[in-house]
């Protein structure tokens, strides 16, 4: 079974605090996603990562980074924590195009981040 | 047009009904499609995928694809309680990107 983990389920910070998310799957999947859920916004993604130091901009970068230093690890950092980034923060992975079962998505459990 | 549409609902069958949600999606070269689960306060599962036109059964799940009007659906035969969450149909981005986009979600609620 493919396994994702993230490293808190619940998590509150101030606002201005440089927050960590940190992400784990042990698939050897090549792409991994940082997305965030809000009611009535549904998913929304912030970066994508398809290979180690690799990323790219989601549909709403803006306020965090992305580091990929190691295949199995894709940390999500926000620079200087608001209270308009409290939200639901879902990691996904998935293997590589041209595998048999590419583009399909495994998410860990999700952090609920409040900001205060 | 938004990529990826659902109805919202919310949708109510009873327990032992066939519960019945779509999704159409505008990008006309898409080639993978999938359903997602997501129970509330949890994050989503993926329980089906599908790539060719047509119907795909796992159990009591029944994926079904139509290209030519960029649709797809997904049936839940004998609908239980258990079966009460929001359903995420998600759908490959343009040009062939690793991405995925996701519709909005349709709650589902069986009734006892």
């Known amino acids: 079974d493919v396994k994702v983990t993230q490293s808190s389920r619940y998590l509150v910070k101030r606002t201005g605090e440089k927050v960590f998310l940190e992400c784990v799957q042990d698939?050897?999947?090549?792409?991994m996603f940082w997305y965030r859920q809000d009611p009535g916004l549904g998913l929304r993604l912030i970066y994508f990562s398809y290979d180690v130091k690799m990323k790219e901009k989601g549909d709403i970068p803006e306020g965090y980074s992305v580091s990929r230093e190691k295949k199995e690890r894709f940390s999500l950092i926000l620079e200087s924590a608001s209270t308009n980034q409290t939200s639901m923060y879902l990691c996904?992975?998935?293997f590589g195009v041209g595998t048999g079962t590419s583009y399909e998505q495994y998410f860990g459990p999700g952090t609920r981040l409040t900001v205060t | 047009q938004k990529e990826v549409e659902q109805n919202s609902g919310p949708l109510s069958v009873p327990e032992g009904a066939i519960a019945s949600l779509n999704c159409t999606y505008s990008d006309r070269v898409s080639q993978s499609f999938f359903w997602y689960r997501q129970y509330s306060g949890k994050s989503p599962e993926l329980i089906m995928s599908?790539?060719?036109?047509g119907d795909k059964e796992d159990g009591r799940f029944t994926a079904q694809l139509n290209k030519a009007s960029q649709y797809v659906s997904l049936l839940i035969r004998d609908s239980q309680p258990s079966d009460s969450a929001t359903y995420l149909c998600?759908?490959?981005?343009?040009?062939?990107?690793?991405?995925?986009?996701f519709g909005k979600g349709t709650k589902l609620t069986v009734n006892p």
């Open positions: 698939m050897d999947h090549e792409n």
């Open positions: 998600a759908v490959q981005g343009r040009g062939g990107s690793e991405k995925l986009v």
């Open positions: 599908i790539y060719s036109n």
């Open positions: 996904a992975s998935s």
